[in-house]
């Protein structure tokens, strides 16, 4: 379980947490079905990359590693 609170005097940062899924289209797909706005995929070599927003502005990261 992760647990995201609320808190007035956080600021907007990059969090460093990374969501590995199976299928990196498929998880924008579905994020952005919910109103997320996620960036276009990076081909970065070891794996694709793409990057989203929470409501406070925190940025998160989803990643596809290459088989």
Do not use: C
């Not at 899924?21 to 070599?45: Q, T």
């Amino acid at each position: 379980m992760i647990a995201l609170l609320h808190d007035e005097k956080a600021k907007p940062w990059r969090t460093g947490i990374v969501f590995e899924v199976d299928n990196i289209y498929e998880a924008i797909e579905r994020l952005r079905d919910k109103g997320v706005k996620v960036s276009e995929v990076e081909d970065i070599g070891f794996g694709l990359l793409a990057f989203f927003k929470d409501p406070e502005g925190n940025e998160y990261e989803i990643f596809q590693p290459r088989e």
